[in-house]
Nanobody
């Protein structure tokens, strides 16, 4: 199973930007579809963004479309989540995830093989 290690979280003000990184083990991008989920205090985990394994096609939850961008650097074995125009409702622990059996991660979180430990993003108003 792949190793995932997130970083880049922090405390920012509304309207600011942050870039999250997820360093993965070798071959992860070849064998696994990747994505980001988040969990706000007192709420369930929810899908944020995904990248298809074979096509690199990206997809997002509606509330982050146009503000967040998922990308990867194969040479650095790193997945990114660029977050712009952050809002207080984006406050959450963000998790990098990997799914091996399907070409894209389930937006419902089904069948995810690996979760990172998460990185906290706090957006103040």
């Amino acid at each position: 199973q792949p190793q995932l290690a997130e970083s880049g979280g922090g405390l920012v003000q509304a309207g600011d930007s942050l870039r999250l990184s997820c360093v993965v083990s070798e071959r992860t991008f070849i064998d696994y579809a990747m994505g980001w989920f988040r969990q706000a205090p007192g709420k369930e985990r929810e899908f944020v963004a995904g990248m298809e394994r074979d096509t690199d096609i990206t997809f997002y939850r509606d509330s982050v479309k146009g503000r967040f961008t998922i990308s990867k650097d194969n040479a650095k074995n790193t997945l990114y989540l660029q977050m712009n125009r952050l809002k207080p409702e984006d406050t959450a622990v963000y998790y990098c995830v990997a799914s091996g059996a399907v070409p894209r991660v389930s937006i419902y979180g089904h069948g995810i093989d690996r979760w990172g430990k998460g990185t906290l993003v706090t957006v103040s108003s």
